[in-house]
């Protein structure tokens, strides 16, 4: 059984930075969806998108020079300071002995595609010519994690996992393998994403993005939103954690992951790899299905994301007991990499608060996904051990499951 | 806490120097270089015009006659090094055979394709977003290789992707065998691939760390490991695997056994300036930890040193510094990205192999035209010529590697 504290909570969403702001928005049921600024949306069938609103990097970017670097690697930052500082850690405070022993992995889907996309309207535009130095140093996705870890001054293990939309809770998985076989004494471990045209115009391709709201699980659900932010958790050995004082939000029980091996961009038609994750966390974390209070789900709005995610959930919990299962997608947009990272946080908060979000938008229910999927409104309940889904391009699925504290069980 | 043993049982690889681990061993010691005019792409606007190309890469020769059109040259390097990797390892013959073992794959990739990312997105701004290629947009994802790997050759288990430049190979690999140690897989294909585009390589060539100095200027550089000459690398090509199998898995089921996983470190250098040196120290001192204090000896370095002027420097300091802590100051170094070129994420794997092969045959590749090294150079052991070893069983080889952006790592193969 693995027991790993979650001392620390970064968040950057487009409902706001930091986990005092976003917590009570996704209580509130609050929508971060806004007609997208980045590029021109004219010649898409979609126009809305979920960015994040009013982000100053430079309050956030200290060290590093601001412009050395991209967004997913300013929203990666800032997420990671809010989550230290949260952690009662100051990084000034940090002796260079104790950061040998501090690492970063981060999960992300596309890296940070602004610079691609820059590097197409060059050579488009026959204007390669302007291309400098600049792409090497600001394109390649293991920068997210450098930039926060040099930014920082983390001299621990540092690792990029970009595993799509499952990454962030590839890369909790690796912080908590990192930690167990003491690696190191602490790992930020999250995901980040920046908004981006090309998974915006690919999204839109497949009709995967709803035109107005995201409804998961309701009959007339008509896809996702993309979005973009960060979402950052610090993960410590529960007795180092102890030792120094630290506020336990919850601790990490067990992680499943496995792999539907059927297809790149739909999933396995009987939800076989979800079902398989969830199973293979449950039996690492000691658990079983009874103990789960409260599932936090992949749900995008997608027609068939839902209805598969709910047969696997049906599969592991079974038909009699229906678990509260909700996804915040529908208030905060699908943030790609960021997302199951930023999920993790709202289980972390669940259990520590004792409050589950809604899903939001759920007008007509769905025969096929007859789920409690805390529909509309917030719900207060005491939320003992709670399970993060995530389901990714390339068919990686991941749970990765929280439990209340042992001191405070 | 469970702590399993992790062996090496099977091999599969694609370099520009061919696709038989032994084959690519012997052309090493031989001093061969992979490295030649690149034809992929033009590559007028680099400063080298080398790169190590696979040529030709009939990806029919290792798939056969299925539809390969969803697949990019990276997924499909992979996919055919996960085929002979299976293969290799006996996997391939025990799943025929009714074994449903889940199989799990860890792959080290920088950019997964950086060409089809930009031709996804190149098609979009011309014709519009309605006219953009969904197997392009599927492929866009940097785990898409590993997706794709996974469907092909039904890996169920775990599938992760780590980036993290020059060190993501011996990153996957270091991965893979934690997670057979801890209990989370019993089988993991780890390894690396990358392809050699234009996307990457001008990214490389601007930011000034390609071999070949100015645009325009005759002659393509010295694209040679720890060479005082040294101007940069060239970029390269490939994709490599090994089967990590728990040991326990491996003889239960007799299967022929090339190393053992003994251990690995990781490390970062915040400044990105010479702190990379204690870094990657203290990635080594890691690995010999991680090896339960030590049983063994070091007998000879896998570098991952490419011809970058700085960072080769770094990456020697480092290894010295590392030597020296565990007494093994003075072993035979060797680095073969002058044969093979900067493959990124395949290249640990290509460290790993040669390493492998090492330590069957006591055979050290030289370092392919090492003419003379910096004034001061703290190895001792590096050479132009090949180097014998003499193989003790349990006789550890060390990898190492160093990211231009702060990731450090090392890994540990002992002989059976």
């Known amino acids: ?409 | 806490m469970l702590r399993r043993e992790v062996v090496v049982t099977g091999l599969g690889l694609l370099s520009p120097l061919g696709d038989e681990a032994d084959a690519v061993h012997e052309a090493l010691l031989a001093g061969e270089i992979g490295v030649k005019p690149i034809e992929l792409f033009d590559p007028s606007l680099l400063t080298t015009k080398n790169g190590g190309e696979i040529r030709p890469f009939e990806a029919e020769r290792y798939l056969g006659e299925r539809n390969l059109r969803p697949l990019d040259r990276t997924s499909r390097l992979l996919i055919s090094v996960a085929g002979r990797a299976l293969e290799d390892s006996g996997w391939d013959e025990a799943r025929a055979g009714g074994d449903r073992r889940e199989l799990s794959l860890a792959v080290g990739t920088t950019y997964c394709s950086m060409h089809t990312i930009g031709e996804f997105d190149r098609r979009g701004l011309k014709l519009g977003p309605n006219y953009v290629s969904p197997f392009d947009f599927a492929n866009s994802v940097i785990n898409a290789a590993a997706g794709q790997a996974a469907i092909w050759h039904k890996l169920t288990g775990i599938n992760s992707t780590l980036a993290g430049g020059e060190t993501s190979g011996l990153q996957a690999i270091a991965y893979g065998a934690d997670l057979i140690r801890t209990g989370q897989a019993d089988v993991v294909l780890a390894g690396g691939v990358e392809e050699l585009c234009f996307e990457s390589s001008i990214a490389y060539s601007r930011a000034g760390r390609l071999a070949g100095g100015e645009v325009g200027t005759e002659g393509n550089g010295r694209p040679v490991p720890f060479d005082r000459a040294r101007d940069g690398f060239a970029p390269g090509e490939g994709a490599g695997l090994l089967v990590l199998e728990a040991a326990e898995v491996a003889e239960a089921r007799g299967a022929k056994i090339y190393a053992r996983i003994a251990g690995s470190g990781a490390a970062f250098a915040p400044e990105r300036n010479g702190d990379f040196a204690a870094a990657l120290a203290r990635a080594i001192a890691a690995a010999w930890t991680s090896n339960g204090a030590g049983g063994g000896t070091l007998l000879c370095v896998g570098s991952g040193a490419s011809g970058a002027r700085e960072l080769d420097a770094w990456e020697a300091a480092g290894i010295a510094r590392g030597l020296e802590a565990v007494g093994a100051a003075g072993v035979p170094v060797t680095a073969i990205k002058a044969n093979l070129g900067e493959a990124l994420g395949a290249s640990g794997v290509f460290q790993a192999l040669s390493l492998i092969a090492t330590l069957a045959d006591g055979r050290l590749p030289g370092i392919a035209g090492l003419d003379m090294t910096d004034e001061g150079f703290p190895l001792s052991g590096v050479s132009a010529a090949a180097q014998i070893v003499t193989v003790t069983p349990g006789g550890l080889a060390l990898a190492t590697a160093i990211s231009a952006d702060g990731p450090t790592i090392a890994l540990l193969f002992a002989a059976p």
């Open chain 1, 1 to 409: 059984m693995v027991s790993i504290a979650v001392t620390g909570l970064g968040l950057a969403t487009p409902i706001g930075l930091g986990h005092e702001t976003v917590w009570p928005g996704l209580l509130a049921g609050r929508s971060g969806f806004r007609t997208v600024a980045l590029f021109d949306t004219s010649r898409h069938g979609t126009h809305l998108g979920a960015e994040v609103q009013d982000f100053d990097p430079a309050a956030w970017v200290r060290r590093l020079p601001v412009p050395s670097m991209s967004r997913a690697s300013h929203l990666a930052i800032a997420a990671a300071r809010m989550a230290l500082a949260d952690a009662g850690i100051d990084p000034e405070q940090i002796t260079p002995e104790a950061a040998e022993r501090f690492g970063v992995t981060m999960g992300t889907t596309s890296g940070e595609p602004l610079e691609i996309e820059r590097l197409s309207d060059l050579m488009v535009g026959d204007r390669l010519d302007e291309l400098g130095p600049e792409l090497a140093g600001r394109y390649p996705c293991h920068l997210i994690a450098a930039h926060v870890a040099s930014e920082l001054r983390f001299a621990g293990p540092n690792q990029m996992i970009p595993t799509a939309c499952a990454a962030g809770n590839y890369a909790i998985a690796f912080g908590v393998e990192a930690l167990l076989a003491g690696r190191a004494d602490l790992m930020l471990a999250g995901g980040a994403d920046s908004f981006s045209r090309m998974t915006y115009t690919g999204f839109g391709k497949l009709g995967a993005i709803a035109p107005d709201l995201v409804r998961p699980f309701a009959k007339n659900r008509k896809g996702m939103i993309p979005g973009e932010g960060s979402g950052v958790l610090v993960l410590e050995r529960t007795e180092s954690a102890l030792s120094r004082g630290a506020r336990i939000y919850a601790e990490i029980a067990g992680y499943g992951l496995t792999c539907d091996a059927h297809h790149m961009t739909a999933a396995h038609p009987d939800g076989d790899g979800p079902a398989r994750a969830m199973e293979r966390a449950l039996q690492t974390g000691g658990l079983s299905a009874d103990d789960v209070s409260y599932v936090s789900a992949h749900g995008t709005g997608t027609p068939t994301n839902d209805k598969l995610e709910t047969l696997a959930v049906h599969r592991v919990f079974g038909r009699g007991r229906k678990v509260p299962i909700s996804s915040i997608k529908s208030m905060i947009g699908h943030t790609m990499g960021a997302a199951s990272a930023i999920e993790a946080a709202v289980c972390a908060l669940a259990i520590h608060e004792g409050w589950i979000p809604p899903t939001m938008n759920y007008d007509e229910p769905d025969p096929e996904c007859d789920l409690d999927c805390v529909p509309n409104q917030a719900r207060q309940m005491r939320v003992d051990v709670a399970m993060n889904n995530a389901y990714a391009f390339g068919g990686n699925n991941a749970s990765v499951i929280f439990r209340r504290p042992h001191a405070q069980a």
